[in-house]
């Protein structure tokens, strides 16, 4: 069974940095569209970045855009999230997921949830004040 494992969430105090890094097991994800969402105590899951299988189209949410990277290794079929000057707006649950196609049909496609066919259980992010 496919599955999308997320690690390095943990505590961060507000203007720190964390990396977040997303590993499938089970196959190869070298060609599929990889992206980031997070889903803060009480609110709807919403988008956070992601990538094309080639790596060089990325796409961020507005609050992501300027503090967070999104990059993949699809040698080691990894996709990371560099998140600097954290806010404590930004705590929330961190799922990594992927859509089995290389590219989506538009920029507002990769957005949105249903787009993405694997999900990982989710890492934990919080910052503190």
């Known amino acids: 069974q496919v599955q999308l494992v997320e690690s390095g969430g943990g505590l961060v105090q507000a203007g720190g940095s964390l990396r977040l890094s997303c590993a499938p097991s089970?196959?190869?994800?070298?060609?599929?569209?990889m992206g980031w969402f997070r889903q803060a105590p009480g609110k709807e899951r919403e988008f956070v970045a992601a990538?094309?299988?080639?790596?060089?189209?990325?796409y961020y949410a507005d609050s992501a855009k300027g503090r967070f990277t999104i990059s993949r290794d699809n040698a080691k079929s990894t996709v990371c999230l560099q998140m600097n000057t954290l806010k404590t707006e930004d705590t929330a649950v961190y799922y990594c997921?992927?859509?089995?196609?290389?590219?989506?049909?538009?920029?507002?496609?990769?957005?949105?949830?249903?787009?993405?066919?694997?999900w990982g259980r989710g890492t934990q992010v919080t910052v503190s004040s």
């Open positions: 990538i094309r299988w080639s790596g060089g189209i990325v």
């Open positions: 997921a992927a859509s089995a196609t290389p590219t989506l049909a538009s920029a507002s496609d990769y957005k949105r949830e249903n787009q993405y066919d694997y």
């Open positions: 089970g196959r190869t994800f070298s060609n599929y569209v």
